[in-house]
């Protein structure tokens, strides 16, 4: 990093953060043990694709298949195979977890920190305040969660934790007698035709907003299409629109590709999608806001020029396969070249432990300030002062605007 470009990293870090997209649990921020942060899906799927047998990690939700493995030997199974992927980012993160969070000196994670490494976070992540201290230190002010439709939202600070209201199960799943008895608990609906299913949506809504949800999200398949009818995907659009909530669209996953992957390691995206199947939805619903997520950068030029044109459509973060370095780097050079600076919601972290927020966003800060000095201030664009405001616009200024937070 030359001098511009570690001038404006340090200007942005102060840019105090709203991540619009994760996957804490708002009971349980903070990892308690080294197994939190080392069972994230990124680290069993890698040790698991370079080697490692199943089994080590255990039966424990972690993987699905083996016997009950200890906490501490399946950290340590996955440190061993870290050598074999000690090249990627997932592992510049942990190593930037290690060092900021577990007092972690050297140059490099192996098996042999397993002891070291598990003593510290034991010891640090048992402190009353770490939730607060790492939310400190990674100068997040507040999380947007990933709720099932019928989640209480009780018993946490929802200024803090802001829920949004995940809607996968009311699109996809509709037809399982479990979802439908969970639908009818939480609404007092027993649906039956698309009047019911259209009262039922609209109790979950109510419900969600008065606890401050911000947002309604989905994932979707590659071959989804949006179309009008009395189904429910369409329905959730018309409540976006009535309650004034944004709905986020991640585009582009099939599900279970690899049917003999760890928990959570087993989708990936299809170069099939187009946004031309939501061409209907977009044009039908200009008053939402549609904050869309492409799984892979061949997606983004098609996602940047309908930003481009649309105005209900923005773009969102750098989602899962595509949330890696040399993919950000070109794909946020683009929107920042073709899309108007305040339909870009710069970045989320995607996390399921409070712990990952630091290394991903700094990840992301790190490439916005290198193409910020190389685009923009190098050439004479905008001043070191503006380009700190164009990164306040993408990290913070959006997300409270868009989402009205
Ligand atoms: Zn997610």
Redesign the pocket.
Known sequence: MDSLIRELFTEICRIPLIDP???INPHRPASRSLDDILGYHYYTELAHSAGMDQHLLGGTGVSPVGAEVEPCERVRAILTHMDRFDNTTQYAWFLEIARTFLDFQGERVTAADTEALWDNAERVMSRPDWESEVLRRSNIEKVFL?NDFDDPLEGFDTNRYVPCLRTDDLVFHLDKPEVRLRLAKATGIEIGDAASLRRAIGKLFEHFTRRGAKACAI?LPPDFIPRPSAESFWMLAEHCREFGLPFDL?IGVNRRVYKGGVYQGQDLFDQRTSLLQYAELFNTFPEVTFCISVLSSGQNQELVSYSWIFPNVVTNGH??YSNIPAYIAVDLRARLQAVPKTKQIGYYS?MYKLEFGLPKFNMYRRLLSRILADDFVRPGILSETEAVELARCLLRDNVERIFRV
């Open positions: 997209h994760s996957h990933t994932s991640m989602w899962w995607d």
